[in-house]
């Protein structure tokens, strides 16, 4: 027990003169020690006030863990685990009257199971007052998490900093009567991993004021019980959060013209409990006020971007609750099985807006508001494909004298009445139940989720299993491997843990020895997982491989043509995945939702694919993140950001490094992205390359730079350098895009002459493009420009995902003549002030829609006249997906789509398919006769060294066609790959692994 009678404890940091680098060092430290006590310490300028881990049973009572780190300027990102009380695995613990003010992190707790923190004030925070990862059983009563807060004057969404941050598997915590005001968000339920914190109870925390939301969840189960969300752009926002109660909450004046209102939604504005932008099955939301909002009071909406296509908002209660002065009381689109009933409508411009809403259901008006009938559904949640399933409902504290029950099911799309129900599944898989009862006014609900399975596992059972797994890299732990006890068939599962998993793919196998599947239909398994790395999986996965002598098949699943990972957020088949299981059924015969793939033994040469033939070459330079190709002459040149170097080759398979850039210019870095290498003419008229590189005068200033090719020299430019991606050189001039630069800064069309001895380079804004017109001005890394004669020719993505059907896309391809060039008016010496800029616009011819989205890693390629067929003397563009579908930053999975667009014709007279997909980081130029591919990955995946070299096939010419060669016959060895990227635990459960015979 240490008693420190307000004794203080400075670090570092505590003059508060040195900045947030100053802050170094731990306060109080306790590593693997229980049953501390600690009271009346006032520790500040440490890097952490106190650090606890691996203990139990301890208290720290009146301690003053604030100005420790701090960071009010830092941009995006959680950071490191910094400022006042650090805690990891830390149990049965309780913190009274503590303090961490003017910190990162007020209270950070990772792996902490039931403590209990009263009365203590974590306020203040340039981050979070309170982080859970992880942390379960907690309780969190009569607290200060105000002002979570990290913002500039003028800026609008504050970074994700918030007073109250839960997420990762955090389950089970109660938060009662806190201070969550004043926030960046207030509560905020992130799984941005996909791991889900379910059963949390929220009461009576007030969490107004919130520059965003005052409570923002995308994780189901959780209860929130006479909370405040008032005066926030949004009260509740709870996309994504199935199985919700919201009862008895005020969400009121949010939205409001002189308070917070960013991001408005464009068909409803703000509004008070909102549910869009994801699912919300499952939820009540009763005896609320919603008053004065700008907007809808109730908001709720399926898919917008395919008008309910994509999954509808269903199965919810609206009852007993007070709509007041809002401009919609209550406001649904694309929703299916809502009871209503009791609402109280005052003085709001549209009491109900409705639109494709069906299931409705109303119950009767009445003075008295009493207890809606509880109900539970009896049967069971696991059961074999096609036999019978008797399911009851069991009413529990209704009052019979208020009204006969009625009953109202929904499984899939049948609806059935009555208290009991019986019905079969006739196919494995996943299976939503849904019931509601009411005595005629209020109602209840129940819900309940059944996995229907095929009794054969052959593969998974077992206390040992024959399993084995790999990773991609060599770093790291290996993979532990062994019998689940979760399990959907059977009594185990195969389980395979990665503890700290370095990234790139995770790789289980499984020896057939020689398994003849050629009677097989169809392999089957049921997936689960849990990542704790953020957006942990990517691209294409599960990937199943069946490998034989003769070579190995491999399955690559697809959504509407394009690769789609099912444990990723975006790929999950369900929302209910994400803590459950996805069923996986793979055709081994192919098919559109499955992508067959072989590849045969010993072969790494030429396939043949839409009349192309495509050579897979090993250059030797392994990249993960971006690239830029070039050709000058006869010479390639390949960029590599990562490595921060420059390569050259005369015949694409000998590669050499060039001088590196930080000889000559420093070791300020690269400082570009997508597409950011051309070739333009220097003294002489001798070609120069050039990039752009962080400046060393401040870590926001970037300057072009130039490659002697000849000197093997680097030098700088004076000109300072907007565009990042997509660069084209004409003669001395260089063009390029800024990603996300809007007309307020001058537009992300620029311009450079680096010969002329201007300061900066030019800015316009293009004008005249078609498709979703409030994203036309819109350009991201996915933009890519190509010169053509006299002609600029170019590519760019839009802000909707999933992209609009036919020319209304904002996916396009436009062109540009450089003399129409109109370069914005800047006056003042800041290029980042809008007051400086006086946008002034480029006119461009609009092409029309591309038949793909473009994304990170997009390619566009000028191509020679009649290089295939299809082009005619004017030539034609390679066009490359890169990340498709991506969102509006061009993030996305990874995609193997690409087409060849004729100049002649003016339109696309190939649209075709890569012989494997590639993502960021990929990069492309026309060379000898060829286009020559460096493949991509992304950020944080599996390093890639292969190029393709495509060319038109010669007549005559025998090139091997994808599918020749590789049969089922003989199968030595199974595997599934999930690719994800690195830095925290993953798990993974495989269960049920059958093959299956033709039904």
Known sequence: EINGNGAYVRGPGACGEAGPEGYVGVGVLARGRSGVVLRGLRVQGFSAGLWAENGRGSVIEECDFSDNYHNPEHGWGDGERQGGVILTNMHESGLLKCRGNRVWNGLDMRGCNDNRVVASDFSHCSNVGLRLWNSSRNTFQNNDFSYGLRIAPGEVHARDSTGVLIESGSNDNRLIGNDVTHGGDGIFIRPLNGWVSTGNIFIENDCSYANNNGIESWSPGNVF????????????????SDRTVLRDNEASFNGLEDGFHNAPEPDFGHGGIVIVNGTGYHTVIEDNLCQGNNGGGIVFRGDLGTRGGAWRMQHLIVQGNRLEGNRWGIFARFADDIFFSNNRFTENEENLFMEDVTGVTRGLEAEERWSEPGVAIEGPDRVEAGSAVLLRAVIVGADQRRGTIRYRWRIGDQVYEGAMISLSFPEPGFNRVSLTVDDGVYAGMAFKEIYATESDDPFCEGPRPAWIARLDSEAGFPPLVQAGARSVVGAHSVEVKVAEHPGGAI????????????????????????????AGYYGAGPILGLESAKGALAYSPHRDGDPVN??????????????????????????????????????????LRDGLVFETRDCGIATTGDTAMTAVGDQLFMAVRDEDRLYRSSDGVEWEACRAPGADLGSTGGGWENGALAAVAGPGESPVLVMRRRAPEGADVYRYVLYDIGTDRWRWTPVRATAGVAYAGMGDLLFGIAHAVGGNYGGP???????????????????????????????????????VGEHLYGIKNDWVTPAPEGDATGDRLFRILPGDYVASEFSGTDPWAEESWTARETPVTDLGALPFEVGQGSTLVPLPPQWCPGLGPAGGL????????SNHEGWGAASDRFCIYSLDAQRVVLDGRLPSETGAGTSAVFWNGRVVIKRGGGVFEEERDDLWFVRPVQAGEKVPEPGDGVDLERIDRLSIELPSRGGDDVTIWVDGLHFRKAR
Request: overall charge neutral.
């Open 225 to 240: 019980i006479r909370n405040r969300a008032n005066h926030c752009s949004y009260g509740f926002w709870l996309g994504g």
């Open 749 to 787: 069309l620029c311009r450079a002459r680096l010969s002329g001895g201007a300061e900066q380079d030019a800015r316009s804004v293009p004008s005249g493009l078609g498709g979703v017109t409030e994203s036309a001005w819109w350009f991201s890394r996915a933009a890519q420009l190509a010169v």
């Open 507 to 534: 790789r289980l196998e499984l020896p057939l020895d020689g398994m003849d599947l050629s009677g097989a239909e169809a392999c089957a398994f049921w997936l689960s997982s849990v990542n704790a790395v953020q």
């Open 566 to 607: 099912l444990l990723s957020l975006g790929g999950m088949p369900y929302p209910e995945a994400r803590d459950g299981w996805v069923y996986v059924e793979i055709p081994l015969a192919g098919s559109s939702a499955w992508r067959r793939r072989e590849l045969r033994a010993g072969e790494r040469t030429a396939v």
């Open 878 to 885: 390679w066009i490359g997906a890169g990340n498709s579908p």
